[in-house]
């Protein structure tokens, strides 16, 4: 049953985002500054806010990435919205679920990652935000509450828009 009610809700988050325009990439002051609190509170060099399903996603705002770096997909998103809540790798190069990714290696690759899910109060998941580092780490308790705060305003920034903004 539960399984059934998965594509559907994946769809209905998409199309939420669709009508509200959110998932248009074009860079927006409000949330560009939310990814440089996250990098500033977890002191890590990358973060990124992600938006939509696993077969929907795109990078709403990053900080410290190149603007090509995800060319491929990018497997630490649908990773967070499987698990519905915090995830984290303090070393991705010795998870199995991520080691194969091109992103993820000991030579300037992507080794740490914290993301939590977007959600809004009816229970959609709307995307990502995330922290990212090329050298293994954790995050201390008042870290993650921090990201935590971070992915609730996110998530009021969206459930604040007008549709159709």
Not at 2 to 20: G, M
Not at 38 to 64: E, M, W, Y
Not at 93 to 110: C, E, F, M, P, W
């Amino acid at each position: 049953m539960i399984d059934s009610l998965a594509p559907r809700v994946a769809q209905n988050r998409y199309e939420l985002l669709q009508h509200s325009a959110t998932l248009e990439v074009a860079p927006e002051k409000v949330f560009d500054d939310l990814a440089w609190l996250a990098t500033q509170i977890c002191c890590v060099p990358i973060a990124l806010i992600t938006l939509g399903d696993g077969h929907h996603c795109r990078v709403k705002s990053k900080v410290g990435l190149p603007l090509d770096a995800f060319a491929g997909e990018f497997p630490f998103h649908q990773l967070v919205l499987e698990q519905r809540g915090l995830l984290l790798v303090s070393d991705a190069t010795q998870d199995q679920r991520l080691v194969k990714n091109s992103l993820v290696g000991a030579n300037g690759g992507i080794r740490f990652f914290a993301g939590l899910p977007l959600t809004t109060r009816t229970g959609s998941v709307l995307g990502v935000l995330s922290v990212l580092d090329r050298v293994p780490r954790q995050l201390s308790p008042s870290q993650t509450y921090g990201l935590q705060v971070l992915a609730r305003q996110l998530t009021t920034q969206f459930e604040q828009r007008p549709f159709g903004s």
